[in-house]
């Protein structure tokens, strides 16, 4: 006989093995609601093909019986994948789940056709799961350890040391996966406690406990207990394990006045892992290093909260920078660079939009001293920048900056944020970062650049005309492209329609103006000034034209050159006079005599010096005309 139920128990075992290669998989629960009563068993086995979600539940007849030692008995709750069955001696509804049993199911449809049919042997030993852990208390001991314990409830038995196995785990909040605490497990007749070690400080954990049954052999069996009591607690603050980063080129000169310059410095924030705790201050200490008679050291406090700090600085000099960030526990490490106040080698820095990518932007920059076009090569030298703006258009104090690596000139953005948040600039060998007006899109990308151009006369000079112009800032909905210079042509208008009578006359202007004064126009013409744009490619774009006319001469400008006439006259008689005069005193001083003013009196003298000419002798002339008393003659201009 026993040889018999021992063959049909092998049989059965085979054939459950059979059926499960086939795709059938069962799984059991027997749930407790004290260590030593069970309260329900769950039993739950898989249709292969067969999506039961999606059928009708009405759709099946179900039939799952069990066996053992003789008794038999049908569960009542019954779905095509599943059945359950309280424990409930009274009742006799179900078997007590302590001897080993068969499980049949039979899964058919309303017309009988059978679509599913197994059988498994069962053994509850394999399927117990002990009741939940109670509530789990924890105490925060430092910034690294924590003191977890459970307490025993008087309701219900406690198990011996030898028939349980408790598990303490604990994760970071917001994790998924439980760690095992491998420390001892203390316990006491009121409950059981360890202390979890090696945590990291200003962190907040979730701690739990639970237990498997062991047998008398010490191996473990069944199903862990369900997780019910989960209890969080943050470690205490410790110093931040790190400083806060101060790169070689985190500062701006935004003003100077070649005596004082108005510098941003810019930091980075310390790793979330390395705060340790809230950092409330930043110490911020800046020295000037340039030489010994002139140095002086300023130390500034910074709310732990903001990323930026604006000081006062001689121009043209070097200084060390100091920083370190503290909160409760204490103060950081000092980080350190050293700045010059020069000026930086980057005039312009231009930013533009990627036609095949819209959240990313290509970086590019000029000046005096640099390549002319260096978008396509990786400087060294140079470092890209980006921070997001605030409503002035500064980096916003409470978003630090970001390093782009050097590798790469081009800025992947996060689709997250509009593009005109961003803020994109470059700094190049230490200069310090140089920040961008705008960004810009591709030119080929704007299909049309709004522009206002004004011209007047009103309040200009005679034949001057004032010609203002206004472009699109930063901010607005209607992209920009970079404009490299503008270009102001103007040109006498046609009578008969609007175009020019000649080729006109084009000046090339800073992309920084917004006014030009024209000059030397003919009071008589209506003329077409006409405003384009260059872009980096030196194609010209129009962008505006309008017409003006100068102001006629007034008749205070027509009296104002009579009378510059009249002085240009006064002024050359004048001159011819002193000529004159310095001839006589000349003549005077040649001939030792003095000119006669009246006209008789200087006919004699030219007579006698005629005379005296032809012979040759003042002497004997002198001689004749002998008279003791001779009347001096004065010029007189």
């Known amino acids: ?34 260590w030593l009563v069970p309260r329900d068993i769950n039993l739950r086995w898989t249709i292969k093909d067969l999506d039961t979600d999606a059928s009708a539940p009405d759709s099946f007849h179900v039939i799952a019986n069990w066996t053992s030692d003789g008794f038999w008995g049908i569960f009542q709750n019954v779905t095509p994948t599943s059945c359950a069955c309280a424990y409930n001696p009274a009742l006799g509804d179900c078997l007590d789940f302590r001897e080993p049993f068969i499980l049949h199911v039979h899964v058919m449809l309303k017309n009988q056709t059978t679509i599913f049919e197994e059988q498994w042997q069962i053994d509850p030993i394999d399927c117990e799961k002990p009741p939940a852990v109670g509530e789990v208390n924890v105490t925060v001991l430092n910034n690294h350890s924590v003191n977890v314990s459970v307490t025993w409830s008087r309701q219900l038995p406690i198990p011996r040391a030898t028939e349980a196995k408790y598990y303490f785990m604990y994760r970071k909040n917001g994790l998924k996966d439980w760690k095992e605490v491998q420390n001892n497990v203390s316990r006491s007749t009121t409950g059981i406690s360890t202390v979890v070690v090696g945590l990291s400080p200003f962190t907040k954990y979730e701690f739990t406990v639970t237990c498997r049954k062991l047998n008398l052999t010490g191996s473990l069996y069944g199903h862990p207990s369900d997780i019910i009591s989960v209890n969080e607690a943050r470690t205490d603050e410790a110093p931040p394990s790190m400083a806060p980063e101060l790169c070689r080129d985190c500062f701006s000169i935004v003003h100077s006045d070649r005596r004082l310059c108005n510098v941003i410095l810019y930091w980075k924030d310390i790793p979330i892992e390395a705060k340790n705790g809230l950092i409330q201050q930043f110490n911020l200490e800046v020295s000037n290093i340039t030489s010994s008679a002139s140095t002086f050291s300023s130390k500034y406090s910074v709310p732990g909260n903001v990323f930026r ?12 920078v100091n920083l370190q960030a503290g909160n409760s526990a204490g103060w950081s490490d ?34 005096p001293h640099l390549v002319t076009d260096t978008r396509h090569a990786a400087d060294s030298r140079a470092s890209v920048y980006w921070c997001f703006k605030d409503a002035s258009g500064e980096c916003d104090q409470s978003s630090p900056i970001v390093t782009v690596p050097s590798t790469h000139l081009s800025l992947h953005l996060s689709s997250d944020h509009p593009i005109g948040r961003y803020r994109v600039g470059v700094a190049y060998d230490t200069g310090g970062i140089v920040w961008a007006k705008c960004i810009y899109y591709k030119p080929e990308a704007v299909t049309k650049l709004s522009m206002a151009l004004t011209v007047t006369s009103d309040g200009m000079p005679s034949r001057t005309l004032l010609v203002q112009w206004t472009t699109p800032s930063c901010g607005q909905v209607e992209p920009v492209y970079y404009i490299s210079e503008f270009v102001l042509t103007y040109c006498q208008r046609s009578e008969q329609d609007a175009n020019c009578t000649g080729l006109g006359t084009s000046v090339k202007l800073s992309n920084t103006l917004t006014s030009y004064v024209l000059e030397a126009l003919n009071q008589h013409n209506i003329y077409l000034i006409t405003m384009q744009s260059r872009d980096r490619n030196g194609v010209l774009r129009m962008l505006a034209s309008a017409n003006g006319s100068c102001a006629p001469d007034t008749p205070d400008a027509r009296v104002a050159m009579w009378i510059g006439v009249a002085a240009s006259v006064l002024l050359t008689l004048c001159v011819g006079l002193i000529v004159v005069k310095r001839v006589r005193i000349i003549i005077e001083r040649r001939l030792k005599i003095t000119l006669p003013v009246q006209w ?27 008279d003791p008393s001779p009347i001096p003659y004065v010029v007189d201009c």
């Not at 040889?3 to 027997?30: Q, R």
């Not at 700090?309 to 060390?320: A, F, M, N």
């Not at 008789?600 to 004749?624: C, K, M, P, V, Y």
């Open 309 to 320: 700090y604006h000081v006062t600085l001689p121009c043209r000099q070097l200084y060390t």
């Open 1 to 34: 006989m026993q040889a018999a139920s021992y063959i049909i128990f092998v049989g059965l075992m085979l054939a459950s093995l059979l059926k499960g290669l086939c795709g059938s998989e069962l799984s059991c629960v027997i749930n407790y609601k004290s």
């Open 334 to 367: 000092e980080s350190s660079i050293d700045i010059n106040t020069s000026d930086s080698p980057i005039s312009e820095v231009i930013p533009e939009v990627n036609r095949d990518v819209n959240s990313s932007l290509s970086v590019s920059w000029t000046g």
């Open 600 to 626: 008789n009196e200087q006919q004699a003298l030219i007579t006698e010096l005629h005379s005296i000419d032809r012979s040759g002798s003042w002497g004997n002339q002198e001689r004749r005309h002998r």
